[in-house]
């Protein structure tokens, strides 16, 4: 028998009465919690009974209070206390305040994590499984009997199979983060992931770098325009990808701020086409150029000098209200940029708040984690290297929008016109900055904040494993994997190509590799191995990362008449040539180039070593390369070169 008043079973009905409690402000702060079974949550406008899970039988009615006929406490049966219990709440108590002080989680969103954990331990005390905040093996088995409740649910039609796909995995998300145990769902029968929550496909990157480059764009340029004091008319530099004749933008303070290449043979048309500004050169038109465009030449005269006018006032005016204007632009748009850098959610930035006092982590695989304290709480960000400086100048920025007024929020919102003082960043901000952008390009795609952030995540599954990549995003290592990791319709062509590519230079390599004393015909031998038919090269595969060229060695490694014998002096040349290029890295952009050539020698060298009795063979002759340097005559002469040169390394 169970009890269904979310009770575990019992011989006799249990007597369910009041209890003391003690409310506690999440985030904790400094309180300290010595009684968890008294404690009452209060996340922002939300109180949640937390403590009431110290008592294995609790009842569903709650008591009401008088503040506004909110629940304040459940009724317990005191009797049924749990010491254990109260140790794990205890814990579970600090994990929520944890999520708001270092997880970057609003307190709204932990209130509803913390809600939906009450319901599930209101399930866990009903079907003997009261032991799950225990974790191992129980907490193994609550899971996959919650996944099989769920299920029949779903059998039963009580709830949608989407609505119960979200449930499995929000349970599985807090009890991953309060236990640790991130494969609860291994060998778990999961409701079909795609029903809930579908994986994020990451933008085309072409698509992310136009977005990027044009923000990028606009906040170097109107942030230098309020910081630097730069005067109008601005010259702003612009991402070549637009295909302009020219790679800027010529910026007026006034209401039609621009007017991009391809509004000017439609200007008439336009509401306020502004005559008296040159967009295309950048100045001031003579009255003479634009009396076409009024009644008589005294109106034309006047527009020009009142355009005059307007440009003195705001280039002697530092907060001249187009100024700010621009300021804010470069806000918008550092906000764009600065969620692409760190993945958070918009409604998470949106919640930062923000302290004069910060630090920067130390360097970790080219990022750096920007650490700071704000209204008792620790907040951080992960970023790359090169973003850094955009950081440091979005604070110059933000002080400038501030001025004298004060606001702890890391980004700012004003209203419209600045009508309203500094307040904490809306959702609006997003079609605000992609407003601005499709102005300079109309073809501009709107990234939300999700497509960013599964942006990051994949470019930080490229470029190391799901665990660095979770550790990085703030998120498990489960959740990287299914949900930001689908990767991008381009990235799934270029692979498949690059596979093509590849499964074409194996089969060049095993036609590279003679047999053991084969000759080649009229062959031409060379300082990396022999040429069947000079002066007739031709790629191996249709993208070769560099085309065939009798006249360059390098080109030679990639031409399909490229012949190498399976042999110590064949396999000197090759390692020979690897060294000598490795050593020759330390000359700008070396690196980049060499790259393929390298990857390509050690390719044909891992399928000489795979022949049989050749794997010892080649690792002695590398090994007298690389450490006794006994290299091929006519790359050892290369190397003395390099080091007369003073390039070596």
Known sequence: MKWT????????????????????????????????????????????????????????????????????????????????????VARLIVFFSDLVMSGGYRVQTVSRNAANMIRFMDWADATEHSHVLAGGDHAYAAFRAYVRH??????????????????????????????????????????????????????PENELAKVESLCEALFLGFSGLVLDGAKYPLKLAMPKYLGWQDDYLWVFPVRRWCLPPHQWETRRELTLPFW???????????????????????????????????????????????????????????????????????????????????????????????????????YSAVVRMNFLPLFKRYIDLRAYLLGDEDCDDLFLSFGANRTKGPSSMGETVMDTIYGTLEILDPDIKRLRARKLRAAKQDFHIKHSDPATSAQVMGHSENTALQRYSAGSQTTHYSEVSAFFDKVQQAAANRKAILQPGENVPNGVVGHVGTCAAFHDPHAVAENAPVQPDCRQLEGCLFCDKHRVHPDAQDTRKLASCAYVLRQATSVPGAEMFFKPVLDRIHSILDDISALDANAEMVTRVVNEVENDGELDAYWAGKLALLNDLEIAL
């Open 5 to 88: 008043d979310s009770t575990a079973a019992s011989d006799s009905p249990p007597v369910f009465g009041e209890r003391l409690v003690t409310p506690y402000e999440i985030p904790l702060g400094s309180a300290i919690i010595s009684q968890p079974e008294t404690a009452l949550l209060r996340f922002d406008r939300a109180n949640l009974d937390v403590g009431a899970l110290c008592y294995l039988r609790r009842s569903n009615a709650p008591r009401k209070g008088r503040n506004n006929g909110r629940i304040v406490s459940r009724r317990v049966d005191l009797s049924s206390f749990d010491a254990e219990r109260a140790k794990q």
């Open 150 to 203: 769920l299920r029949e649910r779903v059998d039963r039609h009580e709830v949608t199979l989407s609505s119960a796909a979200k449930e499995q995995w929000m349970i599985h998300k807090l009890l991953a983060g309060f236990s640790g145990l991130h494969d609860l769902h291994r060998g778990v029968n999961m409701l079909d992931f795609g029903a809930g929550w579908s994986r994020t496909e990451p933008p």
């Open 276 to 378: 008296a500004y040159d967009y295309q050169r950048g100045r001031l038109v003579e009255a003479e150029e634009i009396r076409q465009h009024y009644r008589d030449m005294y109106t034309a005269r006047w527009m020009v000098s009142n355009a005059q006018a307007v440009l003195n006032d705001a280039n002697a005016d530092p907060r001249h209200s187009h100024r700010i204007k621009s300021a804010v632009v470069a806000h918008n748009a550092f906000v764009l940029i600065f969620l692409g850098q760190t993945g958070m959610n918009l409604s998470v930035a949106g919640a930062l708040k923000w302290s004069k006092e910060y630090t920067v982590g130390q360097e970790q695989q080219g990022f750096r984690e920007i650490k700071w304290r704000a209204g008792g709480r620790r």
